[in-house]
């Protein structure tokens, strides 16, 4: 699927000689904002649920007394409370927001804490209900994204580092740590570091994280057994889900801050109304 | 100007994150709240069954992976009266009764159900709580045991009524509709509670039902209700004949080769492989074939889906 002068994006220049581009459709900026809420709920739910047994394992069954990460509370020295994670042979003291926290007015042992849960207080089978229902939104949200993206070229075109990218992967990564950020022409598409980290997210995490928790249903492993196989087990698959849920915080804590440092009212802006301004001429821009 | 823009952003997105958590739990309490939030389970339900078969087997495991310790959940020492009195005797008078719409209501003893053809299986036990365990469960199949009474042709669900009581209606341990306000965090908990309560209690002194009959499991009497305000509810739970049928669908008597221990539901419980462990009831005491679920409980299927869990826990 070769970019066609038909995918070129409609530019326009205002009357104080300001380049626009229209650099999101519409289908990509719904996707957005659903995908942006159904992850926030999917996050907390699955926080409520992780907290029903805080602990993983390796494998296929739970090893008790050797989780591979366990948040607990236990007695300090001095005799009081405090919150414990266990990662291996590490413990970690985090009193306060894992493992014992504060919820109304009363300390609470609980391992992830009320603010982060939905709901607030520990309530397995409503936060299991929140998290099917808005994962299947996940699914269909990604699948509209994806197909739409396929058939018009959007993912080929947003998504895949172009040949002068690769070429140049050094240069960009300095520039993107040095917080320099392209303007002009070179803004219409994304640097490479971007392209990758997107097509790492919505063709790896993103589905990694839904075949995990598929991986940990009784029904799917009768159904599809070697879907369990290939994470190395149940108990292995709910680690990945979790380790993957971390993944996809850390790249949401990132991709904000990228955000707002490289111009968070044009960024918010183009996500929303899909206009993206370049700024003024090339020649003129500084 | 774009600075205010800015802090009216930051504002904006802070507010409308406690709205819509604040929001999302209001919505849950909502019966359309409710309603909505069980789509996923129909759902899962649906997807889940077009990728099965009935007669697809759960995953069997190498007797080299079995748990060394098989996690009890739940009750593990039910406080009961009749049923103490029958693991005394080592369940030599337990009966497994068999009835509702069913051609021939059956009692059925630990022999009888021992005389039966029996089936074998390493299977892996998967909680709601996320926690896993292998073990060996030798048990009849229940379709051998609703074949022996003979399905009248309404039957629809089979119902498991058990010997545990995990609280009680109307003003008891936990309050009426109390309840429902302060929902258990996990399957579990409320139970242990009450295992613990009921260790300090003088069972032999409470006024009531918890001496009832061992032919009453489930039926409670509802016309003694308004005075008898400590009525037991006992562990109940369902399946449809879609699982009902599965080879795998066993009433369990033997856990890794040696009589199933009081802990893990002496002296018979149900194993529906495909399913979370809430469903494989355990202390089963009668097996009841009914048209609908709506008599049961308060109508969805089992004690802790009237408690909000999903009847259908394929995941």
């Keep these: ?286 | 100007m774009i600075l205010h823009r800015r802090k009216l952003l930051t504002a904006g997105a802070g507010l409308m994150s406690t709205a819509l958590l604040g929001g999302c739990d209001k919505f849950a309490g909502t019966e359309t709240g409710q309603r909505t939030l069980k789509v996923g389970e129909d759902a899962n339900e649906y997807v889940q069954r077009l990728l099965m078969s009935p007669t697809t087997l759960a995953r069997e495991f190498p007797a080299s992976m079995i748990s060394p310790w098989f996690k009890p959940n739940g009750t593990i020492d039910p406080p009961d009266r009749g049923y103490r009195a029958m693991a005394a005797q080592k369940f030599s008078d337990f009966k497994l009764t068999v009835d509702g719409l069913v051609q021939n209501p059956l009692a059925l003893s630990l022999a009888d159900l021992r005389a039966l053809p029996s089936r074998t299986q390493i299977t892996r036990h998967d909680c709601v709580e996320g926690w896993s365990c292998i073990g060996q469960w030798s048990g009849v199949p229940l379709a051998e045991v609703l074949k022996k009474a003979g399905l009248k042709p309404q039957a629809r669900y089979a119902v498991f009524h058990c010997a545990d009581t995990l609280e009680y209606a109307g003003g008891g341990l936990e309050g009426g509709d109390g309840a429902f306000l302060e929902r258990p965090g996990h399957p579990g908990a409320v139970r242990d509670a009450y295992i613990q309560l009921a260790a300090a209690a003088d069972w032999g002194g409470a006024p009531t039902a918890t001496d009832a009959p061992k032919d009453d499991w489930g039926q409670g009497s509802p016309a003694a209700e308004p005075e008898d305000r400590r009525r037991p509810i006992r562990y109940y739970e369902s399946i449809d004949l879609y699982d009902a049928f599965n080879p795998q669908t066993i009433l369990a008597y033997d856990l890794n080769g040696k009589p199933l221990p009081v802990s893990n539901g002496a002296p018979l419980r149900l194993r529906v492989e495909r399913q979370l462990g809430y469903k494989q009831a355990k202390y089963v005491m009668r097996v009841e074939m009914v048209e609908s679920l709506a008599g049961i409980g308060q109508g969805s299927g089992g004690y802790w889906e009237d408690r909000g869990y999903e009847w259908y826990a394929g995941i």
Excluded: C
């Excluded at chain 1, 997210?201 to 599809?224: E, H, I, K, N, R």
């Design chain 1, 1 to 286: 699927m070769a970019a066609s002068p038909a995918l070129e994006a409609p530019e326009t220049v205002d009357r104080r000689g300001r380049r626009w581009f229209y650099r999101h459709p519409l289908v990509i900026r719904l996707a957005h904002w659903i995908n942006a809420a159904v992850l926030l709920v999917l996050l907390m739910s699955g926080l409520q649920i992780f907290n029903a047994h805080p602990a993983l394992y390796w494998g296929a069954v739970s090893t008790f007394d050797n989780p591979a990460l366990a948040i607990t509370s236990d007695q300090g020295r001095d005799g009081t409370n405090r919150g414990v994670v266990t990662i291996g042979a590490h413990t970690i003291d985090t009193t306060g927001v894992l493992g014992l926290s504060t919820e109304r007015g009363t300390e609470v042992e609980r391992a992830f804490p009320a603010w982060a849960t939905l709901p607030a207080n520990q309530d397995l089978a409503t936060g299991r209900r929140w998290h099917f229902l808005f994962a299947w939104l996940l699914v269909i949200n990604g699948a509209v994204y994806l197909l739409y993206g396929l058939f018009s070229g959007q993912l080929r075109r947003r998504l895949i580092p172009d040949g002068d990218q690769i070429r140049d992967f050094g240069g960009s990564v300095k520039e993107h740590l040095l917080l320099r950020f392209p303007e002009g022409t070179e803004a219409k598409r994304y640097n490479v570091i971007q392209k990758l980290t997107y097509l790492v997210l919505v063709l790896g995490l993103l589905p990694a994280m839904v075949l995990a928790g598929l991986a940990m249903s009784p029904g799917m492993d009768a159904a599809w057994p070697w879907l369990t196989e290939l994470f190395g087990g149940r108990q292995s698959a709910r680690s990945i889900h979790f380790i993957a849920a971390g993944l996809i915080v850390l790249f949401v804590v990132v991709h904000v801050l990228l955000v707002i440092v490289s111009g968070l009212v044009n960024n918010m802006r183009g996500m929303i109304t899909g206009w993206f301004s370049l700024g003024r001429d090339q020649e003129t821009a500084r």
